[in-house]
Structures are given as C-alpha cells and as structure tokens.
C-alpha cells in the first residue's frame, strides 16, 4: 500500500527549500550511491561512449581525418593493444632471477616488435595510473562522506613538494627506510592541506568547495615559490641558478622499477602502492566504523547524528584521509618517475583535476576508479608527443582532445544521475503512482 | 454584512492516487466573513486551498469568484483574481526589507529603469496604516519578530490586490499575544471589506473568530455551521468523529520506579523561540506516559532535549538515574535510551544503508558488530537477519536498502533497533504515522509488551486514538507546557479542549 | 556635499575604517616620496591604527576592526622593512603611478569575470566555470579580431562563445538539475580542450600573429601633463574603463533595480519568488548567461587588450581569483571591485618586486587566495553568500 510518507523527498531527489533546512537535501554522496546502484556498468560506459564520438565528431570536422583511426593509435599509444598479444612468453619475477611461464610479453623477448613496443606503452599509461587512481581515490573518499574535494589538485602538489624535499635531502638512510619516509611525509602533508579545508568545515561550516579551490592556488604559488629563481628549494646543482628546478631525489629515495627500462622510464613500485590504495580504500570504507560513520553522514548527517555520530569530526577525518591519497599520489609521483619538479610543472599538471573525472567516472568504488583511471591514463598517454604518431594525428591536438573528452566525460556524469532519477520516476509513475503529499508542510 | 458570496467553491473532488483528498467540498464565502476551515491533519484543508490557489488542479468542481466561474491554473492567476495566502511557513526573504519582500515582482519604477523605494516605502506604509498592521518597511525580515513577519506576509498578499485572504494555520508559529494581535488585524481587514479563510485545528480561536465554521474530516464536508453558539465540545465531535477506538489488549499497568524524570526544562528553537517552557514530569517503569498535542506545541523541541540532540536551556533530564542534561546524543543512548524518531525517513534510518547497516546504527562501534575499529559485515547481516524475522519485517533481506521498504516495514526495523539495545526508557515519537493498519496494530501490541517487560515508554503523537488507547497517563502540551494530566478514561472531547488551549483557561 | 558627509561611516566602523587608513599610511610614510628613513615613525602611526582597530573589535565591529588591526601591525611590518630597504630599491619599486595604471590592467579581467560572477551566484547558481568562461572569451576573442580583423566584433564573437560555454553550464545546472560544481568543472575542462585544440589547429606551433586587431588605448589629452592622475589615467585601455562601467552598472541593476531584487529574491528563496510569479529557471538562464558574457569579455581584454597574444592555458587561475574576488567581495558588485583591486594591486607588486628577491614576489601571487581563504574562515567576520546558491531548484 502506498502512503503518502513514500513519497517524502530525501532520497536522491533534491529538495528546494533553500533555508529552512539545509540538511535536509541528499548529499552528492547519497545522489551518487543512489545513481551507482540504479544504473551500475551500464551509464558510465554510454557516458564514456557519448564523450568520444563527440570528441571523434570534432576530430572529424576539424581536421577531416578518420575518427576511428585516430582512436585506434590512441589506444595504441596508450599500449592497451598489449593485452591482445596472448602468447607464450617468459616473465621475471619483480626482484629476482626467477623466470616463470607468463601469457603476455614483458619484455623478455625484445624481437616480438609489436608486443615489445606496446607494453613499453602500457608502462607509461600504467605510471600515469598511479597518480590518477589515487586523486581518484582522494576525491571518491571525500564523496562519500558528502563532500567534493576539489583540491586534489593542491594536496597533490605539497605532497610532491615535500616528497622532493625529504628525498633529495637526508642522504645516508637507508633507500627502503628513505622511500618510506619521503612517501609518508607527502601523505601526511597532503592529510594536513586537507584537513585544514575539513576543519574549516566541521568548524564554522566553510564549503569544501571554495576552500580548497583556495588552498589549490596557494599551493601552486608555494611551489613556484620554493622552486623558482632564488626559492629556498631551487636545486644546488652547478650552473643550476637560472634553473627553476627543485634538486633531484637521491637514488636511495627512488621507487625500484619492476617492469621495464629504469631509464625508460619501466613501471615502479608505485603501481603496487596504488593498488594498495585501491584495497586500502575498499576496506576502510566497508570494514571499519571509521568507513560506517563516513558512510553515515555522507548519506543523511542527520541520521548520523541522531545515531550518535560526530558530524564535524567525520567532516575532518574524511578530509584529512583524503587529503593522504592525493599526497601520497604527488609523493610516487615524485619518487617513481619524475624524481624533481619544476616551477612549470606546479603550474601545469592536472592531475588533481583528472582526479575529479576519475572518482566521478568511477562512481566512487574502488573498482570504478580503478577502469576510470585507466581510461583516462591511456588517453593521456596515447595522445602524448612520444607515442602518438604525428602522421596519423597531431599529439598537441590530441593532447587537447583528451580535455575535451574529460570534461564531456564529467558533464555527462554529472547529469546522468538526473537523466537517470527523471528516467526513473516515469518509470515508478507508470507503475505504482503515489501520492503526492497533501499538506504544504514541505517548505 | 454582504450576503453576496466573494467565492464559491462547488463540489470540488481532488483524487491522489489512492486517496481522494478532497470529494465533494462545496463552501462559499461572503463578504466580509471570516470563514474558519476546521480539521485534523490530512483532513484535506490545505488540499483545498492550494486548489483555489492554482497549485493543484481540481479533478471535478468549479471555482467561482464574484459569481464568475474562473480557472485558476497558477498562483499568478489566484493573485490575479484577488485570491492572497498566507502560508503557514513564510514566503519572505530574511535578507530583504519589508518592503522589498512586499513591492517584489510588482515594485514600482521611476526614470523607467530603476526601483522606487521611496515610493515603496510609502505604499507599504499606507497600506498597513490602512490595516493596522504595523511594521517598518525599511526593517530587513530577519530582524523582526515571528508576528511581524505574519503581517508582512499578509500585506504582501494586499499589496497585491487580495480580496480573499487565505490564512494557512497562522497562530501555529505565533505567542498568544501575537495570537490576539492577529485577531485584531483580521477584524479590522473584514471590517474593510476582505473575506478570509482561516485554517486551524484550534477549536478556541475557531469560536473566538469565525462567523461561520466548515469542518472537514478525511476529504469531506462534514457541516457549515455559524460560528455563533459553537461550543468546543461540538467541534471537537465533529472533527474528530466518532470512531472506533483501536482496541489494544492491555493488562494493567504496574508501574515501578521512575526512569525518565523531566525537571523545569526549557528549550530555544535556533530561531531563539521559547519552545519547551519549564515542562516537569516523571516516566516510571511499567507505564506508558502518552503526550497529546497539536503539532508544533514544543512536543519536538522537548523529545531532542532529551534525547541529547537539542540543548536545553535550563532543568535537567534524568535516564535511570543518570543526569544526562546537557550530554550528548551518545550519552544520552549509553544512559538507557531508546528513541523512535517522529521523522523515520530523515532521521531513523539512514535510507541508502542496507538494513544490516540500520540496525548498527547505535552500536556499530562495540563488540559484537565491531572490535577496535574493524566492522564484522557477516554479525551484523547475521543478527539482521534474526532481528527482522523476529519483529516480522518484509519486504527485504538484511542487505535491502532501507530506503526500499515500504513505511511500516521501515518503522519495524526502527523499532527493532531501538528495543534491541534493551533500554531503560523508550521514546516513541508519532510511532505510527503514514502506517497502514496492519503496522499500526504491530507497533501498538509491541509497544504494550515493552512495556509489561518494565521499560518507562513516553509516547508522543499527534493521533488522539493511539494516545486514549496506549497510555497508562496522558499529558497534555500546549505552547511548551504541560497543560493537564488525565487518566486514560478521558473522553476525546475533554482531550481536545486541552490540547487547543481550552484547557489552559480551567488551569488558570 | 554635506549628504556625501553623512553617509560616511560613523562610531565603531568609522573608527575602523580610519584605521585601516592609519595603518596603511604607516606604510606608506616610508615609501616615495617621503621616504622617512627611521622605524619610529611608522611604529607610531601604526600603533594608532592597531589601537583604533582593537577598539572597534571590541565594539562589535568585527571584519573592518581586524582589518585595521592587520593593517596596524602590517603598515609597522612593512613600515621597518621599507626604511631598512635602500632608497634606490624603494625609488625603483614604488613607483606609484605605475603601480596603480598596473593594479588597473591586473584588476580588469579579474573584474568583468567577478561581476559575471556575482550575477550568476546572486541567482543562485555557483559557477567555479568563470575560468573556462574567461579562456573561452579570450580565444575566440583573439580568434575573431584576427580573422575579421576588428577588435570589436572581437569583442563580440568572445561574448557570444562565453555566453555559449554559460548556457551549456546553465542547461545542466538548471534544466538537469545537476551538480553545479561537477558542471563547473566541467566547463572548465571543455573550455581548456575546446580552446587548445582550435589554437592548435589554427595557429599550429606560431602562436598568434602580431598584427592582430587590438581594443586600442584612450588617450586623454588633457589629463596627460596633471601630476600624477595623467601617467594613470592618461593612457588606460578601452576594457579598464568599461570595467568601471560594467561595475557601476552591474551595482545599479542588482541593488537599484526591480531586475536586480528578482535575481536576488531567485538566489535567496526560488519559491517565495515562483508564489509571487518571477520565473525562477528564466530569471537563472539569464543571469548564467550574463555571467558567461562578462567573464568572456575579462578574458578577451587579456588576450587583444593586454598581452595582445593567446597562450593555452593563458589564464592560468584568474577565473578562479574572480571567484575569489566575489566571496572576499561578499557578492557585491563594489566590494568584488574592491577585491579585485587588492588582488590586480598584488598582482602589480608581484611583477615588480623581483628588483628585491625573485622568488618572494612570486608569493604575491597567491595573496587573493590567502585573503579569500581567511575571509571564508569566518575569522574575521563570515562570507555570507545567497541562501540558495548551489541547489537546484524543481519548479512547482
């Protein structure tokens, strides 16, 4: 029997009042799960679909070439044609001499052209992987507990800023010991940038969103700081003063490299940290009462408190693990492939923004972030100047596709859970009408 | 006074799926009349006002103003043919003067272009010296009282050329002498010309200002009577009805020692209005205490205050014998509370947890369902699983989210959770309400069996039928304080007077 | 005169605001032209404005009586080290008039985008895509003056392509009833891709030409030979003064006009507005769009009015300090303007400061964000933006 309490809002439909009672609308959060269950694999794929045959329609207009085969030698750049070279190949055991039976080639039969060459790709996608799952994760963590970290982007940047620092500093420890340090001084700096926005939230209740927009341009500004012409952290190297470049890490600092060319730029230990990061995510969010309570006031603060939950500590605790994803993911950064950074890299890189398109693609689920930062490494590995043939498709164009697609992607994503609630409600209108409240009590 | 009706609605029928909120109703309105809309929650007034005021569209009947069958189909074309509500919660814009809240989308214009306060100003002043309503037009809303923002609201509805006045429950949010002050405001806009529509549930104002009375009771017309010679008791029969009690089996109650003890406690709303005024009283073991008021009376404000989500202003709070005045809401469970939220969908339950996760909600942080931070997934599904069998939940597994059950089968699980913890004093809070009688008679049996296992059981509801039927002792509240105590054995009539202020003139 | 007089601030706030003037002259007593060469002066006027503004703090009046404390303790600060500072640095630097023709340049995209802004959120609508907007504006900006070889239909083309990039942002935020920061940022990202990828593929590795079609400068003669008002104003670019309008105007609708209190009744309260019959989705499309529309033309005075070049990327954050501008300004046309002054005056430091350190002038940079950040803390007084910004609304 259908009552008119079945049809009170505060169930991934907003609400409108607009000062009554502010908690009384769903948090992005509860909108998201709500979306995720209703239209799991299916909507992010056509989602992803309809971003690139947008992208392919410009491609088309613009330039006249053949969309799908500039797709192809993306996905191709990217190595992803790597997992369609099964064969029988020998593969080393990371750190050791021990070779075992393995279907693709790692690399041990360097004459196999084609599937040697992609799997150098892969290796590069696979390291920008790293630091995209983990802004992902970063974002996602924050989602769930009803908040949008848009800050990625900075607690990425101190992250890798103090990764470079404890790295290229404290010479004489021992590398495991060195990388441990390094990595954990990135995350907990990150954890702190976070938190600052999270307190100020559980505090006097400032919006995530301008907080951390804030502390995103004061870190990049910081970074340029320290790193420019006469910064405190300008590198030492000889003839280095008109350089606006941090000191190298020290080798001891530097991720091992377990697939691939160390000086290629092979596949680093970072890949086992994000997929640390990927598990580590997973359980803390569905195995311990710290992921309950997040989960709790992610859906309705209100129920939470009611159950007894601190609102506000939760508010920080999210942040400030949040803020340890992102700075972990500027630390590997750091200690797995770019080893220094300069005063152009702080102003340009967006991981931190990917990140959003990744945790949002990715619905906020360990899995999802995992597909969606592979999807969106590969496309910005494979329209990259070093593995997009200029004869098929300028890279520098494609290198802007790759935005294109990414914001198409988050347009989309942002509004499918629209489509999907308004789909939805015709559906449950035509089958089971309720009924719609009577008293105007809903202000 | 005008015989001539400003309004007729004709036998308007406005069906929801599965109900018909209004069938039927014919009223008309004359000039110069207060005509009171009298009726229980979900009686279908306010259904019936938002029809004359084009928010929904009738499905039978017709609308008549002046003698002339109009079609309102948006609130823009009720203000258009002089039709002004007043909405029980206020349509005005803190941040903004009176007179930008009232002149809005009508204001006037000089040099083409740009706003005339000045002349703003003076409108707005006219106008309330016309009707006694007095404000400043260059106070900004949030700044001025409760009453005042009532008066802003009805010369916005004026200033807009309203003939008609809808007033939509408006001394619920008022003080007494707010009350009277409206009451002189609606006489001297009636001696003026304007006709209103008074909507309430309260039986004294009804009498105090009505000329003519319509009661309303599920949907229909029950009776248009002239307000002279309307006793309470006879409104109170009217809309209430007689209906047939819902027969609890209940041995009686052998009270034992108090649990629950509520000492001159006083609670602020964050608007900083006096909700809960020096309310005491004592729950004891074994007894079903029930609260009987209308909405909107503190009742809300004095359950959050014990329940450690409200802080009290001063008093004091006790739970088997601990003080937990001023602690929070963990404590205040820790010490031996159960609560039954009156918003279960908000508040109960976390709608997008499965139902495994609901009944954590309290304990997810102890052993059995967790040890050192690690949540044990599989205990909690397992004990869900026990629980919803026990307290006959269907509908859904313990992984079900708790947003898919239907209302009674949330309010199950809510009622599981709560009992489970084995409480000293249990709060049910409008236990029943939206509930199908199936659910109802569920929560009741339940309630009453708690209760025999010797909890103290406070129970708040709006519903007369489940306060006369469930409660050992019977309190009534009204604007923040406990107005009388019964004994089950009072009659509907008698509650009512109570509940709508009548009583509070024999306590004087 | 007498009614200018007496709208001035009085009691605790006058006190404040004198203050924060105090303090900035204990600064600038050590700057050109007077150059005071010992601590003590400045030390003094300093205390005054730090005494004024503790007084006005404990008064109740708290943003301006900080302000004035920060101001105090910033102009002693400042104060020492400029007299410390030899006066060649001091005389290199501080060279006013330039320093404020070059606050008015920084200042004016930050403007335009700011009050774009303020319409856009005052109805309700958060838009972080004033960054894209503005990249967008100053693309096709570029793109436009260069193809049709005019500055103004320049101007025009960047509008329409702002106005555009706003509409699809109004279209999910409004329509769809989407995230409107999701949305946002993903304007932001469209517009980076959107705009690289055509610079791309019509400029290719050249960048832009030289010879592009540029808004010109006004010269006032008259002006040109008064102390220091003429290296000012003498020679300001087209866009700088029509900010000044676009401020001035943006003020009169929004506070002085029956639009301006139906789009701010639709960012406060979108269903009192609907019961009295303002079209709440209309009234939002509009203001979005205008927001789009202003935000371009801040971004095409960057690309044909100052730096007469595009760059992907080129705005690198000013869209974002726009943002900044309107919480700092507390979503008023004139208090944005007067953030945006701040900011384009940190700005114009930044770029001439290297004279002391290279690398400190660059933490100049991140000032407004520094500023808007505690501005939002609420530690000196709160940020308070329109009640229903950020939700969308279902109509009824």
């Known amino acids: 029997m259908s009552t008119p309490e079945d049809n009170k809002p505060g169930n991934g439909e907003e609400v409108e009042s607009p000062s009554t009672d502010p908690d009384y609308a769903p948090s992005v959060a509860a909108k998201i799960d709500v979306w995720s269950k209703a239209g799991g694999l299916f909507v992010p794929l056509l989602t992803t679909l309809l971003a690139f045959f947008i992208g392919g329609l410009v491609v088309l207009v613009t330039t006249g070439k053949n969309p799908i085969t500039t797709y192809q030698e993306i996905f191709k750049g990217a190595g992803l044609n790597w997992f369609f070279h099964v064969g029988s190949y020998e593969a080393t055991l990371p750190f050791s001499d021990t070779k075992v039976w393995f279907p693709w080639n790692t690399g041990s039969v360097p004459d196999d052209q084609v599937s040697f060459l992609a799997g150098l790709n892969l290796q590069q996608t696979l390291i920008i992987w790293i630091p995209l799952v983990l802004t992902g994760l970063a974002v996602a963590f924050a989602f769930r507990c009803g908040m949008f970290n848009i800050g990625g982007q900075g607690q990425y940047l101190v992250g890798a800023i103090m990764a470079v620092w404890v790295g290229s500093s404290l010479p004489g420890l021992p590398s495991a010991l060195h990388i441990i340090v390094a990595a954990a001084a990135g995350a907990l700096v990150g954890a702190a940038y976070a938190g600052i926005a999270g307190l100020l939230k559980a505090l006097v209740g400032t919006h995530e969103v301008i907080s951390t927009i804030m502390l995103n341009w004061i870190a990049i500004w910081t970074g340029v700081f320290l790193f420019g012409l006469g910064g405190p952290l300008q590198n030492s190297n000889p003839g280095g003063e008109s350089v606006p470049v941090s000191n190298d890490i020290l080798d001891e600092s530097k991720l091992k490299v377990f697939w691939g060319e160390p000086l290629l730029q092979g596949l680093h230990l970072g890949f086992l940290i994000a997929i640390s990061g990927l598990v580590v995510y997973w359980i803390t969010l569905n195995r311990t009462t710290l992921g309950y309570e997040v989960r709790a006031v992610g859906f309705s603060p209100e129920a939470a408190r009611y159950g007894g939950i601190s609102v506000a500590r939760n508010y920080f605790l999210a942040m400030a693990i949040s803020g340890t994803f992102a700075g972990l993911a500027g630390a590997v950064d750091i200690l797995g492939w770019q080893f220094r950074i300069n005063t152009n890299d702080v102003l340009t890189t967006s991981i931190g923004f990917v990140g959003i398109a990744v945790a949002l693609l990715g619905r906020n689920t360990a899995i999802g972030v995992g597909l969606a930062g592979l999807l969106f490494a590969a496309l910005v590995t494979g329209t990259s100047t070093r593995n997009l043939d200029p004869e098929i498709f300028r890279p520098e164009l494609a290198s802007n596709l790759t935005l294109l697609i990414q914001g198409l992607v988050v347009l989309f994503v942002g509004a499918d859970v629209i489509i999907l609630s308004l789909f939805n409600l015709r559906k449950r209108r035509r089958q089971a009408p309720t009924v719609p409240r009577v008293e105007s009590t809903d202000v | ?508 | 005169m007498s009614s200018l007089v007496g709208r001035l601030p009085r009691g605790p706030r006058g006190l404040a605001w004198l203050g924060i003037l105090i303090g900035l002259t204990a600064f600038w007593v050590a700057l050109p032209p007077l150059k005071l060469r010992t601590p003590l002066v400045p030390a003094v006027i300093g205390l005054v404005a730090l005494a004024l503004g503790i007084y006005a703090v404990s008064q109740g009046v708290r943003r301006l009586g900080w302000g004035a404390v920060i101001a105090g303790i910033g102009g002693i600060g400042l104060g020492y080290l400029a007299t410390r500072s030899s006066v060649d640095h001091l005389d290199q630097v501080i060279v006013w008039s330039a320093l404020i023709a070059a606050m008015l340049r920084f200042a004016t995209p930050l403007a335009f985008a700011a009050m774009g802004g303020i319409f856009s959120e005052r109805s309700g609508v958060v838009n972080i895509g004033l960054e894209g907007m503005m990249l967008t504006g100053a693309f096709f900006g570029i793109l436009a003056a260069d193809k049709l070889n005019s500055w103004i239909l320049g101007l025009v083309c960047a509008a329409l392509a702002g106005g555009l990039m706003a509409l699809i942002h109004a279209f999910f935020a409004i329509q769809l009833r989407a995230d409107q920061i999701v949305g946002g940022t993903a304007i932001n990202f469209l517009a980076l891709g959107i705009t690289g990828y055509l610079f791309i593929d019509v400029y290719g590795g050249q960048g832009t030409p030289t010879d592009v079609s540029e808004i010109p400068d006004v010269h006032l003669a008259f002006l040109s030979d008064w102390y220091f008002l003429g290296p000012i104003f003498g020679q300001l670019n087209l866009m700088i003064w029509l900010a000044f309008v676009t401020v001035l105007v943006s003020w009169i609708v929004l506070f002085k006009t029956p639009v301006g209190l139906r789009i701010r009744a639709v960012g406060e309260h979108p269903r009192a507005a609907e019961t009295v019959g303002i079209p709440v989705y209309a009234t939002r499309y509009a203001a979005v769009v205008l927001s789009g529309v202003l935000a371009a033309l801040g971004g095409a005075y960057l690309s044909i009015g100052f730096v007469n070049s595009f760059n992907q990327n080129m705005t690198v954050g000013k869209g974002f300090i726009a943002l900044a501008a309107v919480i700092f300004g507390n979503w008023r046309p004139w208090g944005a303007a007067a953030a945006a002054l701040l900011f384009g005056f940190s700005s114009a430091l930044a770029q001439r400061l290297p004279a002391y350190s290279e690398s400190a002038a660059v933490l100049f940079q991140a000032l407004p964000y520094v500023l808007t950040l505690i501005a939002v803390a609420g530690v000196i007084g709160r940020s308070i933006p329109p009640a229903a910004v950020g939700r969308p609304y279902r109509k009824q």
């Open chain 2, 1 to 508: 006074m005008d015989e001539r009706p400003v309004l007729e609605l004709r036998g308007i029928t406005k069906r929801f799926p599965g109900i018909v909120a209004n069938d039927s109703v014919s009223l008309d309105l004359r000039k110069g009349e207060v005509h009171a809309l009298l009726g229980e929650n979900g009686a279908g007034k306010s259904t019936l006002m938002n029809v004359l005021y084009g928010l929904y569209r009738p499905d039978e009947g017709e609308i008549l103003i002046n003698g002339k069958a109009v079609e309102i189909g948006s609130t823009k074309s009720a203000i258009e043919n002089g039709v002004g509500m007043v909405h029980q919660h206020f349509m005005l814009i803190p941040v903004m003067t009176v007179a930008e809240n009232i002149v809005l989308a009508t204001e006037p214009v000089k040099d083409g272009i740009l706003l005339d306060y000045a002349a703003a100003e003076s409108r707005v002043r006219d106008l309330s010296q016309r009707f006694g309503l007095a404000v400043d037009p260059r106070a900004f809303v949030r700044d001025i009282t409760v009453g005042q923002q009532q008066r802003v609201e009805i010369l916005k509805a004026l200033y807009r050329g309203a003939d008609i006045l809808v007033l939509d429950e408006p001394t619920a949010v008022l003080t007494p002498q707010e009350a009277k002050e409206l009451f002189t405001i609606i006489r001297s806009l009636t001696e003026q010309g304007k006709s209103i529509i008074f909507i309430t549930h309260k039986l004294n104002e009804v009498i105090a200002i009505a000329d003519r009375i319509t009661v309303l009771r599920r949907g229909k017309l029950v009776e248009t009577l002239p307000g002279e010679g309307a006793t309470e008791e006879g409104l109170a029969r009217l809309m209430v009805g007689r209906e047939v009690l819902l027969d609890v089996a209940k041995p009686p109650a052998t009270p034992g020692e108090s649990l629950l003890t509520i000492e001159d406690l006083h609670v602020f709303d964050d608007r900083g209005i006096e909700k809960v005024r020096g309310v005491s009283f004592e729950v004891r073991g074994g007894e079903i205490v029930g609260i009987a008021g209308v909405d909107g009376n503190g009742q809300t404000e004095l359950i959050d205050a014990i329940a450690g989500l409200m802080r009290a202003s001063s008093g004091k709070v006790v739970i088997a014998g601990q003080d937990v005045t001023g602690d929070s809401c963990k404590d205040c469970l820790d010490a031996g509370l159960g609560h039954i939220p009156e918003d279960r969908q908000r508040r109960g339950l976390v709608l997008d947890f499965s139902l495994a996760e609901n009944l954590a909600l309290h304990d997810y942080d102890s052993p059995p369902a967790s040890r050192l931070g690690w949540l044990f997934p599989k205990r909690l599904v397992e004990r869900a699983t026990r629980l919803l069998k026990d307290f006959d939940v269907r509908g859904g597994s313990p992984q079900t989210r708790a947003g898919g059950l239907s209302g009674g089968n949330q309010q199950k699980v809510v009622l599981a959770r709560e009992i489970e913890r084995n409480p000293q004093v249990l709060i049910a809070a409008q236990p029943t309400r939206g509930l199908d009688v199936g659910a109802i008679e569920f929560v009741h049996r339940r309630l009453v069996g708690e209760r025999d296992e010797g909890r103290a059981i406070l129970l708040v509801s709006l519903e007369l039928d489940e306060i006369l039927s469930l409660s050992d002792r019977i309190l009534v509240m009204y604007e923040g304080e406990i107005v009388g105590e019964f004994a089950p054995g009072v009659t509907e009539e008698e509650l009512g007077v109570a509940m709508t202020g009548g009583g509070r003139r024999e306590a004087a």
